[in-house]
């Protein structure tokens, strides 16, 4: 589906449903997890954020730790969107999560009750914002019971304070426990957002499954695999990337197999007239059951690139063998300890 308004903002981006909902998201999201902290300056993520939303992206997903320093995303977010973005309010999907780790004490991570609702308010404070569009519990927490958790997610939904609500990194049977937990309490579970990418396939053991049958939306965070399924790895590893700084990414998880599938798929990627990046995206979006993928961006260049996999998710069968070939499990899943409980 597409989105189609006066405004050119939004010509030709493609539009998903969330699952059984009346929600539309873009194929294409923009996440907030990295390069919006105080590490990188306001103005060069006003320029991004505004050319996002000019290109069509409505949905912006943050979390109360995003930064660093943990909740600055939210509040260079917030004032992005006092000093340009408020007008568009209505047209803005906005989300936010909470669950690890955010403030000292025995309160200030995981799923209780009285992490996630201070936590939301936290939130709001630091967004400026009245209600998010969407509030997630952030990881599933094995020491609080579901119920308290799901509960506080339904109390968010009828103070007025979320207007829809989702979970993260849930394996497909706490996933189903969540979904039947929010059905009683009258709340529907609208999204699940987990890790997905061409070397991290998870969610096809079962997860989608759940998705699909139950109507629950799906975004796929890390659909690049910590960068490694975009160019800057084919020769290397360069100075100042992730893997180079040991991050969110390992050197050793570079290993010569999972480069050799990389240069691969890329490829396939140029046999079909894309980036691998582009690949990448189009490529977890080819299921239906996938509403959205969420990527970063640290430039305009960057984020213009990732938006072009948008409305490209046809593949023919003999294009999907060969990706299957390559596209294969490389240890790239930082979250698989929470989808495993």
Known sequence: MTYTAADDRYTGLPYRRCGRSGLLLPEVSLGLWQNFGDGKPIEDQRVI??????????????????????????????????????????????STKAGYDMWPGPYGEWGSRKYL??????????????????????????????EETMGALDTAVRSGKALYVGISSYSAERTMEAVDL???MGTRLLIHQPSYSMLNRWIEGGLLDVLGREGVGCIAFSPLAQ??????????????????????????????????????LNEIARSRGQTLAQLAL??????????????????????????????HSDFTEDQLAAIDRDAVDSGINLWAASSAR
């Open 49 to 94: 954020l505004r050319r996002a939303f000019d290109l069509g992206v409505t949905h912006f997903d943050l979390a109360n730790n995003y930064g660093p320093p943990y909740g600055s995303a939210e509040i260079n977010f917030g004032r992005v969107m006092r000093e340009d973005l408020r007008p568009y309010r209505d047209e803005l999907v906005i």
């Open 117 to 146: 609702l201070a936590s939301l308010d936290q939130s709001l404070q630091r967004m400026g914002l009245e209600y998010v569009d969407i509030f997630y519990s952030h990881r599933f927490d094995p020491k609080t019971p579901l």
């Open 182 to 184: 929010l059905r009683r």
């Open 227 to 264: 960068g490694v399924l975009t160019g800057k790895y084919l020769d290397g590893v360069p100075a100042g990337s992730r893997a180079s700084l040991n991050g969110s990414l390992a050197r050793d998880q570079l290993s010569p197999q999972t480069l050799a599938h990389v240069r691969a």
């Open 282 to 311: 189009s490529w977890a979006l080819r299921d239906s059951r996938v509403t959205s993928v969420l990527v970063g961006a640290s430039s305009v260049a960057q984020l213009e690139e990732n938006l072009g996999a948008a409305g």
